[in-house]
Structures are given as C-alpha cells and as structure tokens.
C-alpha cells in the first residue's frame, strides 16, 4: 500500500524560501559575523546608556587618585575598576562616554559620504562625457593620497573639533564610494529595464533614485560597513595626534594622545582606549564580511 501525500506537504515542499530568510541563514551560517554583530550591538547599547550605566561622572576629577592601575592589579582602587588617568578621572567611565563620540563620528562621516559618494557616482555613470570625467578626475586625485595623510592634511586646515573631524572623514571616504557607486551603475544602465524606465519617460530623479540605486545597494551596503571601521580607525587617528575632539572629552583617539607620554609610566591607559578601537573595527569588518556573504546571490544556500 502506497503512503498518501498530503497536498499540504507538496506545496510546503514546493514553496522556495523567502529572500528574508536566505539572508538570515546565510549570515548565521558566518560565526564571526554574528559575533561581530553582537559586540557592535553592545557597544551601541554601552554608547546610548553610557550616563545611567557608567559608575562615575567622566569628566569629574578625583584628587589624590590620579593614574591608578585597574582594580585587579596591585595598588588599584576598587572603587574604579579600570584604574584612572592623568587628571584622576575614572577610566571605565570615560571609554563608555568614549563610544558615544567615536560610534557616532563614524556613523555620521560614514552616512554623509555615503550620500555624497552615490549621489556624485550616479551622476557620473548617467553624464560619462564632461561629467562623468571630471568627477572621476578629482576622485582619482584624492584617492591618490594615503587617506590618513589627507584626513591629516584637512583636519589641520580646518581646525580642532567634532564637526570638522566628522567632515574631515566623510571627504576622505567620499571616492571609494563614488568609484563603487559608478561601476555598479554603468552596468545596470545597459540593462533592460532601465531602456523601459526611460523610454516610458521617467524623469532623471527617478530614473537615477529609484530605477537604478536600488539594484546597486548591495555592494554599497558592504562598503559601507567597511568605510564605517575605516571611519573609527581614522577618527581615533587625528583624535590622538590632537586634530580632533579635545580634551576633556572622552573620546578613544583623544584619550590615547593623552595617555601616550605616559605609556612607560603607566601603560593602561593607553590600553583600554587603544583596545576599544580595535574591538570597534574588528566588529564591524566582521559583521560587513557576514553582509557580504549573505548579499552575494552566489552564497545563499539555505541549509
């Protein structure tokens, strides 16, 4: 006797799973990934409640307790875990205050040359001739330069603060997404699709934003968590070299500039900060190589 196949199993069986749930899998499937994300994710956590979490007032100076090693080690101070700094501030309390500054330079620098970037791409991929070249021109000039150098050479000129060192990285991570953004267009402009777009007249707005962008966003989602880490990396840069955010702010590029005449005194604090940065761009290339899996068509395979 034959076993009897509900219809119901054949349409569960047939059904093809959601591209949702392929990203899902694919993602989960990349263990770095998701610990990657989950040590972003706590770091946002730590920068939005840093004042109900952190046990101490960042910028209040405690006298007599000034450069404490951590708790843990001899001749700390249990009332500050991981020891003070120069000025008797509490150090813990600073690198949770530190996230807020750094997360949210690179976010920003990250966001606005990302606006910048697919705007001046797009562009350049629809007017090629005097356009498209001139923009590609100045990008190959910029992207000549080490970007570090550049950030550097920007930041002195347009002097020391938050606003300046937000703007200072979005023009250094501006041209990779400009050369990214117009590649990925050029292509899709020699598709089908956009022909009919266009020749059932849709405007240029239209035509760049909302027919062409989208099919180009899965490559530029991965840049963008990679220019994100290249972002904190350089914020933390020009923060210790003193073009920055300044002092008493407690910002990790800052707090590693101050720490680093006393890195044979006591070399703590140079680590906590120092160890926050690289924890930060560790995370997020993670989580971007899991982005990357999970956005490749090639790679999904549900298993």
């Given amino acids: 006797m034959k076993p009897t196949v509900l219809s119901e199993d054949i349409d569960l069986a047939a059904t093809p799973p959601s591209s949702g749930r392929l990203f899902v899998a694919t993602f989960c499937r990349n263990r770095g990934a998701v610990l990657g994300l989950l040590v972003l994710i706590s770091m946002v ?3 939005i409640l840093a004042p109900s979490i952190a046990p101490h007032d960042p910028y209040e100076l405690y006298t007599g307790k000034e450069q404490l090693p951590p708790a843990f080690f001899a001749g700390g101070d249990s009332m ?8 008797g501030r509490d150090t813990l309390s600073r690198v949770m205050y530190g996230a807020r500054y750094s997360l949210f330079i690179g976010l920003s620098a990250t966001s606005l040359a990302m606006i910048t ?4 791409g797009l562009s350049a991929a629809f007017w090629p001739k005097v356009w498209g070249k001139a923009v590609m021109l100045v990008n190959d000039i910029l992207m000549s330069y080490p970007s570090l150098l550049l950030a550097i050479i920007i930041a002195a000129i347009l002097g020391p603060n938050m606003t300046n060192t937000i703007i200072t990285i979005a023009l250094v991570c501006t041209p990779p997404f400009i050369r990214l953004t117009r590649a990925t267009a050029m292509v899709e402009l020699q598709r089908e699709y956009f022909t009919a777009s266009k020749v059932m007249g849709a405007g240029v707005l239209r035509l760049l934003f909302i027919t062409i962008l989208p099919n180009c966003m899965a490559p530029l989602i991965v840049q963008a968590t990679m220019i994100f880490s290249s972002a ?6 020009i923060g210790f070299l003193g073009f920055g955010v300044q002092p008493p702010d407690a910002e990790w590029g800052a707090m590693l ?3 680093r005449q006393y890195i044979q005194s006591n070399v703590w604090l ?6 926050a940065i690289f924890l930060a761009a560790l995370s997020i290339n993670l989580t971007g190589d899991g982005l990357r899996d999970a956005l490749d068509p090639k790679l999904k395979q549900v298993t």
């Fill in 257 to 259: 500039g101050t720490a």
């Fill in 232 to 237: 904190i990396l350089e914020a933390g840069a």
């Fill in 117 to 120: 970037g697919i705007s001046l």
């Fill in 80 to 87: 500050f875990i991981l020891g003070t700094d120069d000025a």
């Fill in 45 to 47: 956590i730590i920068a």
């Fill in 270 to 275: 140079a680590i906590w900060p120092g160890l």
